[in-house]
């Protein structure tokens, strides 16, 4: 369990980071129907398509409000960010084994 300040503030960071990769670079495939076929239920699925690119196609952003989405997604370097989640997750799991380190110590 994760109590501190220090703690708190690498996983807002840690979710700020994981926002940005699920939103824009993790294209998820959608339910659109399903089919029995006797006993057997088939299931069909849209093309995989990231949360970005299903909400600028839904057509309901202003245009200023795509262009706002756009050029957060070109500022993102997909590697960069994996990164960062990664240094940022390697710090969490110091900062736990550190902290039970000390619990048991105690």
Do not use: M
């Not at 807002?12 to 339910?31: A, D, G, H, M, W």
């Not at 699925?45 to 299903?54: A, K, N, S």
């Not at 839904?58 to 960069?80: F, M």
């Amino acid at each position: 369990r994760l109590e501190s300040k220090e703690a708190l503030s690498l996983l807002q960071q840690l979710y700020s980071c994981i926002r940005l990769q699920t939103n824009f670079f993790r294209p998820v495939r959608k339910l659109v129907g399903k089919e029995r076929i006797g006993a057997r239920v088939v299931k069909h699925y849209d093309e995989p398509r990231t949360p970005y690119q299903r909400l600028v196609a839904s057509g309901c952003l202003t245009e200023q409000a795509v262009r706002d989405l756009e050029a957060v997604y070109l500022k993102i370097n997909p590697a960069l960010l994996r990164q960062r989640i990664e240094q940022l997750q390697r710090k969490l799991w110091t900062l736990a084994r550190d902290q039970k380190r000390v619990a048991n110590a105690g």
